[in-house]
């Protein structure tokens, strides 16, 4: 579930081991993600990203649910394992 609503919703400028878009940075290789950044900045960051970095150039995404986001972060979570 975390794979699909992240196909859907991040991967058109996001890369997880190079696959994926390439306007925002890549999100596993060579540390992933939810090694240096905590859950809730993460989640806070997805739906207001301006807040974190000033000019970001990622839209906000206030329409991912509690229980997407949680999907899309275990499975972010699970790729840490899986780097190239």
């Known amino acids: 579930e975390g794979f699909k609503l992240f196909k859907t919703n991040c991967m058109k400028c996001h890369s997880i081991n190079m696959v994926g878009g390439n306007l925002g940075p ?8 939810t090694e ?3 859950k809730e900045d993460i989640k806070a960051f997805i739906r207001q990203p301006q807040a974190y970095r000033y000019n ?12 997407q986001f949680n999907a899309i972060y275990a499975y972010l979570k699970g790729m840490k394992t899986q780097k190239l």
């Not at 890549?26 to 993600?33: A, F, R, S, T, Y």
């Not at 970001?56 to 229980?67: A, C, D, L, R, V």
């Open 26 to 33: 890549e999100l596993n290789h060579p540390k992933n993600i």
């Open 36 to 38: 240096y950044w905590k």
């Open 56 to 67: 970001s150039k990622m839209p906000p995404q206030p329409q991912i649910s509690e229980q």
